[in-house]
């Protein structure tokens, strides 16, 4: 079992920047895929970003890209998001996940199969 600690939310004003970070349990963190989703009040949960096992490879909504960046350090078991130019339409709640199964539907919360907690994430206008 895999359990995900999400940090680093809070309320930031439009234009800033924040540094969420993810930590896994256990010794398989660099076989898993991750992924950012987020759920904002009243809406379906929203793929954010995923990062492949080696970290080569990224993916991105449309809605992020080109302001959040997503990240992996295997040798601390930890997956990150640096969102910068934040604007009010991110506030929500954002998790992240781990893939096990080496899918390639990196979009759909269907391929993650270890979810966290959720960090909120606020952004006033």
């Known amino acids: 079992q895999v359990q995900l600690v999400e940090s680093g939310g809070g309320l930031v004003q439009a234009g800033g920047s924040l540094r969420l970070s993810c930590a896994s349990s256990?010794?398989?963190?660099?076989?898993?895929?991750m992924g950012w989703f987020r759920q904002a009040p009243g809406k379906e949960r929203e793929f954010v970003a995923a990062?492949?096992?080696?970290?080569?490879?990224?993916y991105y909504a449309d809605s992020v890209k080109g302001r959040f960046t997503i990240s992996r350090d295997n040798a601390k078991n930890t997956v990150y998001l640096q969102m910068n130019s934040l604007k009010p339409e991110d506030t929500a709640v954002y998790y992240c996940?781990?893939?096990?199964?080496?899918?390639?539907?990196?979009?759909?919360?269907?391929?993650?199969?270890?979810w966290g907690q959720g960090t909120q994430v606020t952004v006033s206008s």
């Open positions: 996940a781990a893939d096990r199964t080496g899918g390639t539907s990196w979009g759909k919360s269907w391929e993650y199969d270890y």
């Open positions: 990062i492949i096992r080696s970290g080569v490879s990224t």
């Open positions: 256990g010794r398989t963190f660099s076989s898993y895929a």
